[in-house]
Nanobody, 120 residues
Framework: QVQLVESGGGLVQAGGSLSLSCASSGSTHRANAIGWYRQAPGKQRELVATISRGGTTNYADSVKGRFTISRDNAKNTVYLQMNSLKPEDTAVYYC??????????????WGQGTQVTVSS
């Protein structure tokens, strides 16, 4: 089992920045790969960014150049630095974990989510 706890959400004006954290505990080898997802009201949950244990990253086109995913393996924590935020970034942000990026996407563990609201 893996437990994930997100933090760092909040309210920010457009153009501002926020940093989210995802702390994992339990069977940490099952959290080698981490993904950040988001779900806006009335929309499907979408993948925002992923990072492997070795640090390989991928981003959705909508956040490339604005968001940065990183990790501190010693702290079992993954971060999502969000800059130049837009109102359309408003959503509940979730982290998800799995042994690999593929298994993380298919049936990984979920955190409880943290709300990000960007005002115009």
């Amino acid at each position: 089992q893996v437990q994930l706890v997100e933090s760092g959400g909040g309210l920010v004006q457009a153009g501002g920045s926020l940093s989210l954290s995802c702390a994992s505990s339990g069977s940490t080898h099952r959290a080698n790969a981490i993904g950040w997802y988001r779900q806006a009201p009335g929309k499907q949950r979408e993948l925002v960014a992923t990072i492997s244990r070795g640090g390989t990253t991928n981003y959705a086109d909508s956040v490339k150049g604005r968001f940065t995913i990183s990790r501190d393996n010693a702290k079992n924590t993954v971060y999502l630095q969000m800059n130049s935020l837009k109102p359309e970034d408003t959503a509940v942000y979730y982290c998800r974990a799995g042994p690999t990026v593929v298994t993380m996407k298919s049936n990984g563990y979920w955190g409880q989510g943290t709300q990000v609201t960007v005002s115009s």
